[in-house]
């Protein structure tokens, strides 16, 4: 419905720009759904924005709009109010359309072309694979897979990608924590380091390793740990400590190193893989770090922006003249000894999103990198692409409570609550649905007791429940010898006249919009919300009113109705990758 009275108002619109009653500039023309239906059921304040560049009174404007806007069979009116907005009355024939087309275009009602078909690539979750994914990477899980999902909705091309952070430090330490648990497999009792990975999956997989080699991979723990800086509980630091011992590994094992490391990578990274399909998540594309960083692409990236003269050399060290472009200071691209920072693969790696023929390009990252996200689009800027292209979200923390306290958690410290654990224990409808219930910007308290409870607190039990009334409503229209009759259904939505289904009516004009709205602002919440308000609309006719009446016409055009508020429920939960229950 929005669309159609955008249209209108913008035919109106170039009838008063070609008569020369307001100035031919671009207008962007903003509908908005009123929340007090005293004043209709859209409005627009075009007419207030209009004032000033045509110097004309609002009001002036407004009233020259309605004359111009065209009869149309579902408006019932359009008036001016106040000092200049414009609201529109929907008739009950606009109504009785959107119903028709629910049940015509079925999950295909929603949908839209928008996007054009533009390419866009979604890079979400992307964890390092030294660990299980917890509960914080749910969030980004979740997220990224319904906004993909929005996006797709609106006629974009979407592609999910996982950048697997296969090289560097941490991959270091993951490795080097595993080894130290296999000789502890092997009798050694050793000083595990306060910086290494500690979870139980560490000794999994170090007990896997020995099963099969045994003793094969032993060295003399002298030789390991001897003359190294000290660890952070007697005094030393466990920075220093760690990088140490991984240089003193890597030195002992030689080519032996490169097997604890590919062991851990695969158990670690198939696991992941798993538990996000398990929770519906799936990717198009596992994008390794290690095998990108062996090609030239960063080689060219530099060649690039000497080229463009966005990077000077100092100190011996490559650097990158971000602070001109928007970044808090410059960065380095190379350092003095010739290695390249990761800052510089990762530019390459994100230019290399556009050349792949991408127009969009959204990362999802943790709250606490907001920092990195002018460095990259001022990196991007000097290869001459519009920075609005690269999309940065922030997903805040997830803080779980159980019993109403709060569970603690340490990643490092293998401490914390796994996706998989929170979706044996909440399910994984209630985990995508909590999920995205908020923006994505916005610290999350995720209620364990509530997620679990069948009750109308439960948001996913409240609007999976309305679906499953709608089913038992159907089941029993059978057993009680009755028969829905569509065509009858259809001819006679006029009798839905109570103020319940007058709600409904309107709830379900506005799902088109919503999904339009979500995609484009990447809010998903705005989807749960107004599943939620539907489904809270729906109990409460379901309370009221009888749909199995004896009246034919009546009884058909009610069950057409919850026919429609199913059909929407089903779009939603697709959309959410939520399933729909029949029975609760």
């Given at each position: 419905?929005?669309?159609?009275?955008?249209?209108?108002v913008?035919?109106?619109?170039?009838?008063?720009?070609?008569n020369?009653f307001?100035?031919?500039?671009p207008?962007?023309?903003?509908?908005?759904?009123?929340?007090?239906?005293?004043?209709?059921?859209?409005?627009?304040?075009?007419?207030?924005?209009?004032?000033?560049?045509?110097?004309?009174?609002?009001?002036e404007?407004?009233?020259?709009?309605?004359?111009?806007?065209?009869?149309?069979?579902?408006?019932?009116?359009?008036?001016?109010?106040g000092?200049?907005?414009?609201?529109?009355?929907?008739?009950?024939?606009?109504?009785?359309?959107?119903?028709?087309?629910?049940?015509a275009?079925?999950?295909?009602?929603?949908?839209s072309?928008?996007?054009?078909?533009?390419?866009?690539?979604?890079?979400f979750?992307?964890s390092?694979?030294?660990?299980?994914?917890?509960?914080?990477?749910?969030?980004?899980?979740?997220?990224?897979?319904?906004?993909?999902?929005?996006?797709?909705?609106?006629?974009?091309?979407?592609?999910?990608?996982?950048?697997?952070?296969?090289?560097?430090?941490?991959?270091?330490?993951?490795?080097?924590?595993?080894?130290?648990?296999?000789?502890?497999c092997?009798?050694?009792?050793i000083?595990?380091?306060?910086?290494?990975?500690?979870g139980?999956?560490?000794?999994?997989?170090?007990?896997?390793?020995?099963?099969?080699?045994?003793?094969h991979?032993?060295?003399?723990?002298?030789?390991?740990?001897?003359?190294?800086?000290?660890?952070?509980?007697e005094?030393?630091?466990?920075e220093?400590?760690?990088?140490?011992?991984?240089?003193?590994?890597?030195?002992?094992?030689?080519d032996?190193?490169?097997i604890?490391?590919?062991?851990?990578?695969?158990?670690?990274?198939?696991?992941?893989r798993?538990?996000?399909?398990?929770?519906?998540?799936?990717?198009?594309?596992?994008?390794?770090?290690?095998?990108?960083?062996?090609?030239?692409?960063?080689?060219?990236?530099?060649?690039?922006?000497?080229?463009?003269?966005?990077?000077y050399e100092?100190d011996?060290?490559?650097?990158?003249?971000?602070?001109?472009l928007g970044?808090?200071?410059?960065?380095?691209?190379v350092?003095?000894n010739?290695?390249?920072?990761?800052?510089?693969?990762?530019v390459?790696?994100?230019?290399?999103?556009?050349?792949?023929?991408?127009d969009?390009?959204?990362?999802?990252?943790?709250?606490?990198?907001?920092?990195?996200?002018?460095?990259?689009?001022?990196?991007?800027?000097?290869?001459?692409?519009?920075?609005?292209?690269?999309?940065?979200?922030?997903?805040?923390?997830?803080?779980?409570?159980?019993?109403?306290?709060q569970?603690?958690?340490?990643?490092?410290?293998?401490?914390?609550?796994?996706?998989r654990?929170?979706?044996?224990e909440?399910g994984?409808?209630?985990?995508?649905?909590?999920?995205?219930?908020?923006?994505?910007d916005q610290h999350?308290?995720?209620?364990?007791?509530?997620a679990?409870?069948q009750?109308?607190?439960?948001?996913?039990?409240?609007?999976?429940?309305?679906?499953?009334?709608i089913?038992?409503?159907?089941?029993?229209l059978?057993?009680?010898?009755?028969?829905y009759?569509?065509?009858?259904?259809?001819?006679?939505?006029?009798?839905?006249?109570?103020?319940?289904?007058?709600?409904?009516?309107?709830?379900?004009?506005?799902?088109?919009?919503?999904?339009?709205?979500?995609?484009?602002?990447?809010?998903?919440?705005q989807l749960?919300?107004?599943?939620?308000?539907?489904?809270?609309?729906f109990?409460a006719?379901?309370?009221?009113?009888?749909?199995l009446?004896?009246?034919?016409?009546?009884?058909?055009?009610?069950?057409?109705?919850?026919?429609?508020?199913?059909?929407?429920?089903l779009?939603?939960?697709?959309?959410?990758?939520?399933?729909a229950?029949?029975?609760?």
């Amino acid at each position: 419905m929005k669309l159609e009275i955008e249209n209108l108002v913008h035919q109106a619109l170039q009838t008063l720009q070609e008569n020369g009653f307001i100035p031919k500039i671009p207008i962007f023309i903003q509908i908005d759904a009123t929340k007090d239906k005293q004043y209709g059921h859209f409005t627009t304040n075009i007419a207030l924005v209009l004032a000033k560049p045509a110097k004309k009174r609002p009001l002036e404007i407004a009233e020259q709009l309605v004359s111009l806007i065209r009869h149309s069979n579902w408006l019932a009116k359009v008036e001016v109010a106040g000092p200049g907005f414009i609201n529109f009355f929907l008739s009950a024939g606009a109504f009785h359309a959107v119903v028709r087309r629910i049940l015509a275009e079925k999950d295909r009602y929603g949908l839209s072309k928008m996007g054009r078909e533009k390419k866009v690539l979604v890079e979400f979750v992307s964890s390092n694979p030294t660990g299980p994914l917890h509960v914080g990477h749910g969030r980004h899980g979740a997220f990224g897979d319904v906004i993909a999902n929005l996006l797709d909705a609106v006629g974009f091309k979407t592609y999910r990608e996982y950048y697997v952070n296969d090289a560097g430090r941490q991959m270091d330490i993951i490795t080097v924590s595993i080894f130290l648990r296999y000789l502890t497999c092997c009798g050694e009792s050793i000083p595990f380091p306060a910086n290494a990975y500690q979870g139980d999956y560490v000794l999994d997989i170090a007990q896997a390793i020995y099963q099969v080699h045994k003793k094969h991979f032993a060295i003399s723990t002298r030789d390991l740990f001897s003359d190294l800086p000290s660890d952070e509980p007697e005094g030393g630091d466990k920075e220093i400590y760690i990088d140490a011992l991984i240089e003193r590994t890597k030195r002992l094992l030689g080519d032996r190193y490169t097997i604890f490391y590919e062991i851990g990578l695969e158990n670690i990274l198939t696991d992941i893989r798993e538990d996000l399909a398990e929770f519906g998540v799936h990717f198009d594309n596992w994008f390794s770090e290690k095998k990108w960083i062996t090609q030239t692409a960063v080689d060219q990236l530099f060649a690039r922006l000497r080229e463009s003269g966005y990077v000077y050399e100092k100190d011996g060290a490559l650097w990158f003249r971000g602070s001109e472009l928007g970044d808090t200071k410059d960065r380095v691209l190379v350092r003095s000894n010739g290695q390249r920072t990761y800052f510089a693969n990762d530019v390459a790696y994100h230019l290399q999103k556009f050349e792949r023929g991408f127009d969009i390009a959204i990362d999802l990252f943790g709250s606490d990198h907001h920092g990195y996200i002018p460095r990259m689009k001022a990196a991007i800027e000097a290869c001459g692409i519009n920075p609005e292209r690269l999309v940065y979200l922030l997903v805040q923390f997830v803080t779980l409570y159980r019993q109403g306290q709060q569970v603690q958690m340490s990643t490092r410290g293998g401490n914390f609550v796994t996706l998989r654990e929170l979706r044996q224990e909440v399910g994984n409808d209630a985990a995508r649905f909590f999920y995205v219930m908020r923006k994505c910007d916005q610290h999350m308290d995720f209620d364990l007791d509530l997620a679990k409870s069948q009750s109308n607190e439960n948001p996913v039990y409240y609007v999976q429940y309305a679906h499953a009334r709608i089913c038992s409503v159907l089941k029993n229209l059978a057993e009680r010898g009755f028969m829905y009759d569509e065509t009858s259904g259809m001819n006679h939505l006029d009798l839905l006249n109570t103020d319940h289904e007058q709600i409904l009516l309107n709830d379900l004009s506005h799902y088109p919009d919503i999904i339009v709205n979500a995609a484009l602002h990447y809010e998903p919440h705005q989807l749960t919300n107004y599943l939620r308000e539907l489904a809270g609309n729906f109990h409460a006719y379901y309370n009221s009113h009888q749909f199995l009446v004896d009246e034919n016409n009546l009884r058909n055009a009610r069950l057409t109705l919850i026919l429609s508020v199913r059909q929407i429920l089903l779009n939603g939960f697709r959309l959410l990758g939520v399933s729909a229950p029949q029975s609760m």
